[in-house]
């Protein structure tokens, strides 16, 4: 038998021999087997919870035994969750016994965790890495400590795209109303110093009524020369317009043959300029002389030449200087020759600070010839950042003399009359305030509200003939005042995408007349240009005019602009009512030489009326194709 089953019986018998008698009838307290593992392949052991020790007396019969000793020891390593005392025991102190009862619930069976495997197999070759032999190179070379910054060693620019200029254009179209599209553009290409160009146009359309028609041809040339110290530069055009006298209203059958009416202008200019340089104390001057000829299918002729220059001197943050100029107009008609001209000179001086800039001068002009005024305005601006690099509020103060030109007038309205009546306005005072400046990136603003005070101001109006309506020039005799407001805004997305528009709001307070004729109070304008990509390209613009009013009566030229009422005149509403104008255009780049291009207008197909009786031609489209080389 094994000596340990032997220890653990000699244990038990030991224990039951001092247990009193009426421990022993003690039920024991029932203990929770615990279950071992199957899979244990170790063999039992027996557990037991260690015994409390107790100390013996000397002179005692359990001290003197050398036995007790080693069974003492043995029933300590029984487990302490087998051990239970007894309730009768005797205190070791007084000399009294130990009792103790000892219960063994199983045997201890050890149970192993799985081993944890490497799934991994060794490398069992012998690999010894290759190192190769390292050298090293000392530098000769002296230690730099200079902490200046170094200027950057230039570099090539690098070849641009279009490195093979077209410097020529040419486009062609037609479309429904006869119309009849040619554009050329010459160029001498990219240089330097010298610019040479020129350019040809023409336009027509037919309408529906009774010669309905217009016609637009221009031709001009330039040329360009830059020096060292200066520019020069010069061109020379020659303009000429085609229509009819077909309006007439609705209600009276045509019992007239329109007549034609044509203008033709020859213009040129010649300027030199001192080129700009960004340096301290600058001086600064140009010179420029203009003219031009101007003639219509009567007797009407104006002719005019303008000597202008400045001269400016900078002063660390002043800019003094002066500009002046002469104009000299000759208009004539059937029944009138006159010598229309002005002297204007304007001395002025600016400052400029971080966040300000204010601009203070005077316009001294006289009128000369068959006029003789003399006139003082204020030339004065002032502009102050609110929030620096984004808003900016300006206040602008001015007064000039607005020159009477047969040619002006013939350009807003080419359904003039013969012998209109001229007559200098003058502004005598423009007020204007205002903010402008950056929203965000891409979009900016210009808004402001204004009052002028106009003297003697010109009005259109039409008058029926025996060769059907056509229009005068009337005169608010006395001072005009005109208030608004303007706002403008232009939003730039992208490179590609371009949205802009101005808004305009007037008031107008007559002297004379009793509404300001054929001037609408409202006017919308609005356009965009975007670019899908580089071969697809897409314009678009609005018009909206507010209502306006022509004269209720109509009046007939006299000699040097005298009036005399015309009595066989209609009685009925001269109203003219506001109108929408929508047009759009594509343009495509077939190759990098060849584009196809296609224009729509009034796509509303609206029947308005800029003037009265003379309706606006309705939906066209027209489109042809561009070459360039």
């Known amino acids: 038998m094994n000596s340990r089953y032997t220890y653990t019986l000699l244990t038990l018998i030991i224990a039951l021999y001092f247990v009193p008698a009426q421990a022993q009838t003690k039920k024991p307290a029932k203990k929770a087997i615990v279950k071992t593992a199957a899979k244990a392949k170790t063999p039992a052991k027996a557990t037991a919870k260690p015994v409390k020790k107790t100390t013996a007396k000397p002179g005692t019969k359990k001290a003197d ?14 487990s302490q969750d087998t051990t239970k005392k007894g309730g009768n025991g005797t205190n070791p102190s007084n000399g009294s016994s130990v009792s103790e009862e000892i219960v063994i619930t199983t045997a201890y069976k050890p149970v192993l965790a799985d081993a944890v495997k490497i799934r991994r197999n060794p490398d069992l070759e012998d690999k010894a890495p290759f190192k190769a032999p390292l050298t090293y190179t000392t530098l000769d070379k002296k230690l730099d400590q200079d902490s200046e910054i170094k200027h950057l060693d230039p570099q090539k620019r690098p070849a ?13 179209g037609v479309g ?130 303008v000597l202008s220059g400045f001269l400016n001197q900078t002063i660390k943050q002043f800019y003094t200087g002066l500009s002046a100029s002469i104009d000299l107009s000759n208009p004539k008609d059937s029944l009138y020759n006159l010598n229309n001209s002005i002297l204007r000179l304007n001395p002025y001086i600016k400052f400029q600070g971080t966040n300000y800039k204010i601009d203070a001068g005077v316009n001294i002009e006289k009128e000369f010839g068959d006029f003789n005024r003399f006139f003082i305005f204020p030339a004065a601006k002032l502009e102050y950042q609110v929030i620096p690099k984004y808003v900016r509020l300006f206040v602008e103060a001015k007064g000039d003399i607005n020159r009477a030109s047969i040619r002006d007038f013939a350009a807003i309205n080419p359904y003039i009359d013969k012998n209109i009546q001229l007559k200098n306005s003058v502004d005598q005072l423009d007020i204007s305030a205002g903010l402008k400046g950056t929203l965000a990136p891409g979009l900016s603003f210009k808004a402001s509200v204004f009052r002028n005070s106009v003297k003697d101001m010109p009005l259109l109006v039409s008058n029926q003939t025996n060769e059907g309506y056509k229009f005068i020039v ?14 403008e805004l232009d939003f730039k997305a992208t490179d590609d995408v371009n949205i802009f528009g101005r808004v305009e709001f007037k008031d107008y307070k007559m002297n004379t007349e009793k509404e300001a004729w054929n001037l609408p109070k409202f ?86 009326q800029t003037w009265i009786y003379y309706p606006n031609y309705g939906f066209n489209i027209f489109g042809g194709v561009g070459f360039s080389f």
């Open 65 to 78: 035994a050398g036995a007790s000793k080693s069974l003492g020891d043995a029933a300590a390593k029984a």
């Open 160 to 172: 641009e795209q279009d490195s093979v200029l077209l410097n020529n254009y040419v486009k062609a």
């Open 176 to 305: 429904s109303l006869k119309t009849l599209l040619g554009e050329a553009y010459f160029g001498n290409g990219r240089d330097q110093a010298l610019q040479v160009g020129g350019f040809l146009k023409h336009f027509s359309q037919a309408g529906s009524w009774e010669k309905q028609n217009e016609s637009k041809d221009e031709v001009g040339v330039f040329i360009k020369s830059i020096n060292s110290e200066n520019n020069i530069s010069g061109r020379i055009n020659y303009k000429r317009q085609g229509v009819y006298f077909y309006g007439h209203p609705d209600s009276i059958p045509l019992t007239f043959a329109p007549q034609k009416q044509h203008f033709s202008e020859i213009s040129g200019e010649v300027e030199l300029a001192k080129n700009f340089k960004d340096v301290e104390n600058d001086f600064t001057y140009a010179v420029k002389l203009k003219g031009y000829s101007f003639s219509n299918a009567y007797q009407a002729k104006e002719s005019n030449i």
């Open 474 to 487: 009337i005169y608010d005799n006395g001072r005009s005042r005109v208030t608004g407001f303007n706002g």
């Open 523 to 608: 006017l919308l304008t609005a356009g965009t240009a975007i670019h899908i990509n580089n071969k697809v390209s897409i314009t678009g613009s609005l018009l909206i005019r507010g209502d306006a009013y022509d004269r209720p009566f109509g009046i007939v030229p006299g000699p040097l602009g005298t009036l005399t009422p015309n009595t066989n005149l209609l009685t009925q509403n001269r109203s003219i009512s506001s109108f929408a104008d929508l047009n759009g255009g594509v343009e495509y780049r077939v190759t990098p030489v060849i584009t196809v291009f296609a224009q729509a207008n009034n796509i509303l197909n609206s029947g308005y």
